[in-house]
């Protein structure tokens, strides 16, 4: 017996309809999640969430200060003054010479340092020395009065009752011999060889 084939051509049509349906339908499914995946890369930013420009900050104006005051430098006075930036410090500074005083020259000998005699004609004296020179009679007179006694030199050529040629040291001026006498000997402690004289009228 021959079967019919006409019944199975609506189900192969149904059959590749419903394929193409499926098909039709994954594809859709698959673009719509592609398009998701997309989205969610790049999200659009919606206008409310734009961020907010930043805060302007307030400007502080400085506090003014008053000027600094510098205090002068005070000089120490233990300190030594330096020397001017205008000097040249090679510069070699000659000193000065120094001129030592001249000594004073010594007396002259024979000069006269002592008193002559004052006495008159009647008038006696101690003679303690009769030297050959000024210088001599002027070394015993001084060493006479460091001890106390009051002398002073003449020079024999100019009196009467001496002997020419010498200078004389002798002590006082008595009016009378015995006078003389009694001071005779204390100057005699000192002078063993001192006698009186009378120098007699100046020549």
Same mark, same amino acid.
């Given at each position: ?17 419903? /394929?193409? /349906? ?182």
């Amino acid at each position: 017996m021959v079967e019919s084939r006409g019944w199975r051509v609506p189900i192969y049509l149904g059959g590749g309809l419903v /394929a193409l /349906a499926i098909l039709g339908v994954i594809l859709a499914i698959a673009a719509l999640s592609n398009q998701e995946q997309q989205t969610a890369g790049n999200p659009t930013p919606s206008p409310g969430a734009s961020a907010a420009p930043p805060a302007a900050t307030p400007t502080i104006s400085p506090i003014p200060t008053s000027p600094s005051v510098t205090p002068s430098p005070t000089a120490d006075p233990g300190l030594t003054p330096e020397a001017s930036p205008t000097e040249d410090p090679t510069t070699e500074i000659t000193p000065e010479p120094t001129v030592e005083p001249s000594p004073e020259p010594d007396p002259d000998p024979g000069s006269g340092t002592f008193e002559s005699w004052t006495g008159g004609d009647g008038d006696y004296t101690i003679i303690i020395e009769s030297a050959d020179n000024l210088s001599r009679a002027e070394e015993v007179a001084q060493e006479a009065q460091d001890k106390g006694l009051t002398v002073g030199i003449l020079n024999s050529d100019d009196y009467s009752n001496l002997n020419g040629g010498y200078q004389v040291v002798f002590s006082g001026t008595y009016s009378s011999e015995s006078e003389a006498e009694d001071a005779l000997p204390d100057i005699k402690a000192e002078y063993s060889d001192a006698y009186i004289k009378r120098p007699g009228s100046a020549n």
